[in-house]
């Protein structure tokens, strides 16, 4: 009898060991399939400076916005964007990435000027901003205009 039990003790102190012979993972396909480029920027936020009353602009105003972004991979550049009314868009400013962290809002901050065309009043103006990491994978945020 004292050899079954013993038979019965190896058997049990053999299963975890089989368990863990085991492979983990064994289907990585993902994982060996996907080249990972680097991480996207973020745009925490994008807004008029000061704020005016449903994004109202009047022809000829220079408008400031204010951007917060952030991104773990290095940034290259930054792109202003519009398109007036039906329009094309045009790029309005390429500024180079410069640091500029803040302790407040925990991101990179930089400040915008367009200044707007005279236009009819009622014409919308859809501004983009584009931040670019060096790895170019890009984010982008939008914000329109009306002209008043």
């Not at 925490?44 to 408008?63: K, L, Y």
């Not at 868009?89 to 640091?99: A, F, L």
């Amino acid at each position: 009898m004292k050899l079954y039990k013993f038979r019965y003790l190896m058997v049990l102190l053999a299963l975890p060991i089989c368990f863990t012979a085991c492979e983990k993972d064994a289907d990585q396909w993902l994982k060996d399939n996907v080249t990972v480029i680097g991480k996207l920027p973020v745009i925490a936020g994008f807004s008029i400076t000061p704020t005016q009353a449903n994004n109202n602009v009047t022809a000829g105003q220079n408008v400031r916005f204010d951007l917060r972004y952030w991104s773990d991979d290095p940034i290259d550049k930054v792109e202003l964007k519009a398109t007036v009314g039906t329009g094309t868009q045009q790029t309005v400013s390429t500024t180079p990435y410069q640091s500029a962290y803040s302790n407040v809002s925990k991101t990179d901050s930089l400040l915008l000027n367009y200044t707007v065309p005279n236009v009819s009043v009622g014409t919308t103006i859809n501004m983009q901003v584009v931040v670019t990491n060096k790895n170019t994978l890009t984010k982008s945020s939008n914000l329109v205009l009306t002209v008043r």
